[in-house]
């Protein structure tokens, strides 16, 4: 995590021993708390949930957020969007089928087993889905096509791929995210789809962004729709794979980001025939 230059200069810390976390006031709307700490080794005393969405197909990507969690979550919540853009969908569907708790569709699950989901797709896109179609064994293919559709309530927060009314939409723009008060059924939504970590808290008074960068708290007077980021193709400027934890007794969501091993998840996609900006556009993070 970045730390803004204004704060104090921090003793630096080995691999075994985080430095100490800081809490500052910083009276954002969105209600967080910078924490600096070595996430490994982090006591853990309530129920987690360990948030991922957006995957496609990176193998990499998911096993070093995978490394980097292990200890800190009881459940893992997947908000789809397994395959797509990435050249191992057979891996991910693998590890969902297996490992994935909770999970609800994405629109690349959706079109890779929906002919009519295609038609609006063209060019590279088109070619990559078909390029999945043509990869995904018969078991992961009927996975996907038995995947629910958001939106799902779970342990009392609900989960949508794009947003609460369409798991197409892409919920970026305040003005645009202020309209789905009326929807919002729970305190909690968590969503993918546009591949940028963060969200919004909603209100009456309009919608406003959270900040990544801070741990969220969840305050008893709004609802929060909240992004966990992309597992596999980040599109914020920043390449490292996103996460978030979740623990409702705590009322917190942290946002995390992981370096990976990037290089071989380049050369997979390469060297598979896949369009090159499947490539092309990791390490830039768009």
């Not at 342990?155 to 949508?160: N, W």
């Not at 968590?190 to 008074?205: I, Y």
């Not at 980001?257 to 896949?274: D, F, N, Q, S």
């Amino acid at each position: 995590m970045t730390v803004s230059p204004s704060l104090p200069k921090l003793p630096p810390s080995s691999p075994q021993q985080g430095p100490p976390e800081l809490k500052i006031a910083t009276g954002i709307l969105a209600a967080c708390r910078i924490r600096v700490h070595e996430r490994r080794g982090c006591a853990r005393n309530t129920l987690s949930y360990l948030i991922l969405s957006d995957i496609h197909g990176n193998r990499e990507a998911l096993e070093g957020v995978l490394d980097h969690a292990r200890g800190q979550y009881d459940e893992i919540v997947c908000l789809g969007d397994l395959v797509g853009y990435g050249a191992d969908p057979n891996f991910v569907v693998d590890w969902a089928r297996a490992h994935a708790d909770t999970i609800v569709r994405g629109n690349h699950d959706r079109v890779t087993i929906d002919d009519a989901s295609l038609e609006s797709y063209r060019g590279e896109a088109r070619d990559g889905v078909l390029w999945t179609r043509q990869a995904l064994s018969a078991e992961n293919r009927d996975y996907l096509l038995k995947m629910p559709r958001g939106p799902m309530s779970h342990e009392g927060f609900d989960l949508v791929h794009g947003s609460p009314v369409d798991e197409d939409q892409y919920l970026i723009n305040a003005s645009e995210v202020a309209m789905l008060l009326p929807h919002l059924k729970t305190s909690v939504t968590f969503f993918g789809h546009t591949h940028l970590q963060g969200g919004f808290l909603v209100s009456e008074a309009g919608a406003t962004k959270i900040d990544p960068e801070c741990t969220l708290e969840i305050q008893p007077n709004g609802f929060y729709l909240v992004n966990p980021g992309s597992v596999g193709q980040p599109r914020d400027g920043n390449w490292r794979a996103a996460y978030a934890l979740y623990s409702p007794e705590e009322r917190a969501v942290e946002f995390v980001r992981v370096p990976y091993k990037v290089g071989p998840t380049l050369e997979k996609i390469v060297l598979a025939g896949m369009p090159a900006t499947n490539a092309a556009r990791l390490l830039p993070g768009k």
